[in-house]
């Protein structure tokens, strides 16, 4: 039959949103080509009238939040040429993708402040920055869930990733509430409404964010979304060097390079939690006090003394190196070496140039080095959990045995900006969390 015309008002919302949402029946998915064409130029003719933003509201039939089970319309290569503006003729070809996402029987996501889109912390030209039109993510599928995020850890990979590798929305450590299941029989036992905390593969900075179910845990009571979410990144990196890298073992010895930011805390914090009699740790002298408060033995002041020649050579079991190769020109690899006790000693690094990460990720590392990744699973979310419960075992409440250092920070427009430009700037103390509300 003969389909509708395409009428510019059920575009006006979603020009400027990026992503064309609209239902299954509209022309611009069963239409002929030339009506996807036509479609096209309505939507380019749009964009140009109202310059990103339309000038009148649609009517409100039209004005609607995606709905799961809505097509998803995303219009890939326009290319049309001719003057449209002058009354010209238009000319190109165009090609659509046009996924449909399966309807649910979880409801969708509750309208927050009355928007289509949410709030993110999106990568764009010169760095991530607060969009308030980030597209909702798609339903989740089958071994998904999609959780209403109440707080997620900012790390520098956030800042340092394109946007071709990481996506457009940052944030890879999670803590939240499970809004929707993508399939009942695949959800790793979790259910609408429980509280859980973990990985994600880029996305966590938003107000929604979808999560495999093998990479997040139960968030127990005793600690809050806060901590939960300043976990995944920095101290899963820290117990997989330390234990699984590192081989630390109680009595032993640890040098923290690096331990007062994000991971070098963590690591003093796991280090003295799994049973080490000496941990060193270097970093500025303000921030002395600090890592001692955390379970440091000595702390070397990398401003005034040069660790290589303070230290005694042969003498750690375990070097952590969170410092070397993260942008400021901290170069510690030679220097610290002889410090290991040889034949047994290890290397750890979780950053280092380009020909270490080849030589790390291939396996070709010297001996005693190693140059590790994060590896996201859970088993080692709840290994972790098991080190921070509370002393009392088993405890509901309680203070956990490790307690993170985390600064909280809105997001918002100034709290995006200012948490990536400290994290750039290298001398953060702990983990900086974005907070929703
Ligand atoms: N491989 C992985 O899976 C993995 C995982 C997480 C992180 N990383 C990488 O590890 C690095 C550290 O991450 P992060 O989250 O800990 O970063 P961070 O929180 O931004 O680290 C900031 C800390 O670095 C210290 N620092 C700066 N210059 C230093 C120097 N010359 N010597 C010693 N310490 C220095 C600062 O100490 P002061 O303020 O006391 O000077 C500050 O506390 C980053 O490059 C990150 O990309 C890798």
């Known amino acids: 039959g003969a389909e509708p015309p395409i009428e510019a008002h059920n ?13 299954a029946s509209t ?18 003719l749009h964009v140009r009238a109202h310059s990103r933003r339309p000038a009148q509201r649609p009517p409100s039939a039209t004005r609607r939040r995606p709905w799961w089970g809505d097509a998803c319309l995303r219009p ?40 289509w889109a949410m709030l993110a912390s999106v990568r764009g030209r010169g760095g991530p920055v607060l969009s308030r039109v980030a597209p909702l993510p798609r ?37 939240g509430v499970v809004e ?50 300043a976990l995944p990144v920095a101290y899963i990196t820290g117990l997989q060097g330390l234990r699984d890298a590192g081989g630390l073992r109680r009595g032993g010895s640890v040098l923290v390079i690096g331990a007062s930011g994000g991971t070098g805390v963590a690591a003093v914090q796991l280090a003295t939690a799994m049973g080490a009699a000496e941990v060193v740790a270097v970093c500025s002298g303000k921030n002395a006090d600090l890592v001692r408060s955390y379970g440091a033995t000595r702390v070397v002041d990398y401003t005034k003394e040069d660790v290589g020649e303070v230290c005694e050579a042969g003498h750690f079991d375990v070097i952590y190196d969170a410092a070397t190769g993260s942008g400021a020109g901290e170069k510690y690899t030679a220097r610290v070496l002889p410090l290991l006790r040889p034949k047994t000693g290890q290397y750890v690094q979780i950053n280092g140039s380009a020909w270490r990460w080849i030589r790390g990720l291939t396996g070709t590392m010297p001996k005693q080095q190693h140059l590790i990744l994060t590896k996201a699973n859970r088993a080692d979310l709840e290994a972790l959990l ?8 088993g405890a509901e409440q309680g203070t956990p045995a490790i307690v993170p250092l985390v600064e909280e920070v809105l997001l918002d427009e100034h709290g995006v900006k200012d948490v990536f430009a400290r994290l750039k700037g290298r001398h953060t103390r702990g983990k900086l969390v974005f907070i929703m509300r």
């Open 76 to 115: 890939l290569r326009p290319l049309v040429s001719g003057n449209r503006r002058r009354g010209g003729v238009a000319r190109g070809c165009c090609c659509f993708s046009v996924r449909f996402l399966p309807r649910r029987n979880s409801p969708p996501p509750p309208r927050r402040s009355g928007r």
């Open 386 to 393: 098991a080190l921070m419960a509370p002393p009392a075992g």
């Open 139 to 175: 339903a989740p599928r089958g071994g998904e869930l999609l959780l209403r995020v109440e707080a997620a850890g900012v790390n520098p990979v956030d800042y340092k990733l394109p946007r071709l590798v990481a996506g457009r929305i940052t944030g890879m450590d999670v803590s």
């Open 27 to 44: 022309p611009f998915v069963s239409g002929s080509g030339a009506q996807r064409t036509r479609g096209i130029l309505a939507w380019k």
């Open 180 to 229: 929707a299941v993508g399939d009942e029989s695949n959800s790793g036992g979790f259910e609408v409404g429980d509280a859980v905390w973990g990985h994600t593969f880029g996305g966590a900075h938003a107000h929604r964010a979808v999560v495999r179910c093998d990479v997040v845990a139960r968030k127990p009571p005793w600690l809050s979304h806060a901590q939960a979410a």
């Open 11 to 23: 575009l006006a919302h979603t020009t400027f949103k990026r992503h064309w949402w609209c239902n």
